[in-house]
């Protein structure tokens, strides 16, 4: 009956116990030195921010699983990444600082999204940001700082994949697509691969059944153009207004009459629309037509680059990201070889919609499974200028996922040993305690892990506790012991017990335990 009253923890959330914080910590404090060593500076920033911050540039993806409240007539979100933090920080009251600014830091984000394995709706990241910065020599630095921070953990078995935004928005910019269509199909250049053009398509018939399309129409092949489509094509060349004034004029000159209830020129109005949207048809085909092909890119950089240098010159897409690509690779390997895999995606999409340039994910493969992204960043050189900065200022940046790190990480007993205490001192009666207090501050001062019995234990009983919380050392202090200023130490990994003095209690101590740790 009692446990209908237990209050748990929130679906998604975790409490995370001593044996795996001092993991997490451990990783925290191995991935924050490192980064500390290539000139990033701490920061740290509040998880509390402006809603509005969030929905300027992060897109639906991130927008759709905020933590967001109304709170005294403000709405504030939890933070779900930190690198739109940093840039208001840095909008706010780090403009006048000389750049490149090169900044990390660490902490809880929190999205709501399903639950899954390493995946939960609070998680820790550690990041880097580099602001001020443009150009291959940057992005080559962001990349060989990731993938060392994880060898420095001693994760090796990885695979670095590269994409680059240019490659699908270049060219769906350049097709004229209107905004709404072309924000869409961006968001599901991934379901393409993960679920199929089927399932895409039904999207768009759902989404915009105003266009009418579906999946054979992407096995349809252009057709040869009328002269009444050349016609077409004029009007949709013209701006509204010149398209609206050229119909009218036309009428006009012809002496024809729209003999309905409507206005002329709603009429007019609606004609331009329709052919509008007609216009998409076409243009939406051929996005879905090369989105289809790039998201068959992907494999070792050699093979993918002559692939994708065929599909641009296909689509006549500006190959200009290719040549930085290839670029980025050459000074990439200045910084010397890597022990994980490099591979290029050209159809990756982090979901965030700030990227411009360069986007890049860490994966560590999972037997049988999918595997883990423990790692991810990119470039977004317009956040800033978004957020409200004085000038357009180049930015990139990455951040770890250091749970999902945890999992792949095999526990570790030299990092776990910080939940176990060096010493465990056993008082043997009441008048004891102010001595034992006194040989507990000695060794502490010392940076020693010290636990003291509290309770009205026994000796055996103690001795079996000590081996429970598996100390190094246990010190015995009774009435001999605190009247002659002498302590016993027990050794607890192969039971020899002897006394020795105050004075000497430290240097025995540090001499057992440098045994202990060899």
């Known amino acids: 009956m009692a446990s209908a009253n237990k209050i748990h923890a929130l679906r998604g959330l975790r409490d995370v116990l001593s044996k795996d914080y001092a993991k997490q910590r451990h990783i925290q404090h191995q991935l924050e030195t490192h ?24 897109g639906e993806d991130i927008a759709s699983r905020l933590y967001e409240f109304n709170f005294k007539s403000r709405r504030i979100a939890l933070r779900p990444e930190v690198t739109a933090s940093i840039l208001r920080a840095y909008v706010d009251q780090m403009q006048d600082d000389p750049l490149p600014l090169r900044l990390h830091y660490s902490g809880p984000v929190f999205r709501y999204e399903k639950p899954q394995q390493n995946r939960y709706r609070q998680f820790t990241m550690v990041g880097a940001e580099m602001l001020g910065a443009e150009g291959t020599i940057a992005d080559a630095e962001m990349l060989h700082i990731a993938c060392a921070g ?29 905004t709404q269509l072309l924000n869409f199909l961006l968001r599901n250049m991934e379901n393409i691969r993960k679920r199929g053009m089927p399932f895409v398509i039904d999207r768009l018939r759902e989404i915009f059944p105003e266009l009418e399309f579906t999946a054979d129409d992407l096995k349809q092949t252009p057709q040869e153009e009328t002269k009444g489509q050349n016609l077409i094509n004029v009007l949709r060349e013209m701006s509204n207004e010149e398209a609206h004034e050229a119909i009218t004029e036309f009428l006009h000159n012809l002496n024809i009459h729209i003999d309905t209830n409507r206005d002329e020129q709603d009429v007019i109005d609606r004609l331009l629309h329709k052919i509008r949207e007609d216009e998409q048809g076409p243009k939406l085909h051929m996005a879905l037509d090369y989105m289809q092909k790039l998201s068959e890119l992907v494999g070792t950089p050699d093979v993918i680059l002559s692939q994708a240098r065929e599909l641009v010159t296909q689509y006549d897409v500006n190959p200009t990201a290719l040549v930085e690509i290839e670029q980025l690779l050459e000074v ?32 560590y493969p999972s037997d049988g499974e999918e595997d883990i992204q423990l790692c991810g960043g990119g470039r977004y050189d317009n956040l800033i200028t978004v957020l409200g900065g004085n000038t357009p200022t180049p930015a990139l940046g990455f951040a770890y996922g250091v749970e999902r790190i945890a999992s792949v990480l095999a526990d570790d007993d030299t990092i776990n040993a910080n939940n176990r205490p060096d010493v465990y001192i056993i008082p043997l009666q009441p008048a004891d305690y102010a001595y034992s207090f006194e040989v507990a501050q000695t060794l502490r001062a010392s940076n020693h892990i010290v636990e003291m019995s509290i309770d009205s234990r026994n000796l055996k009983k103690s001795l079996k506790h000590a081996d429970k919380r598996k100390a190094h050392i246990v010190v015995i202090i009774g009435e001999t012991e605190r009247t002659s200023r002498q302590v016993v130490i027990r050794d607890m990994h192969n039971h020899n017990e ?17 045994d202990h740790v060899q």
């Open 35 to 58: 980064l500390s060593l290539y000139g990033y500076a701490p920061i740290d920033l509040p998880i509390l921010e402006n809603t509005e911050l969030y929905l300027r540039k992060s």
């Open 332 to 363: 990439f390997a200045w910084h010397g070889d890597i022990q994980g895999e490099i591979e290029l995606d050209f159809g990756l999409n982090r979901g965030l919609h700030y990227y411009t340039g360069l986007m890049f994910e860490i994966h």
């Open 150 to 178: 994880l060898e420095k953990l001693g994760i090796t078995r990885y695979k670095l994949t590269i994409g680059h935004t240019e490659i699908l928005e270049g060219f769906l910019h350049k097709l004229g697509l209107r």
């Open 498 to 514: 002897q006394a020795i003095s105050f004075d000497d209690i430290q240097h025995v101590i540090e001499g057992l335990l440098a």
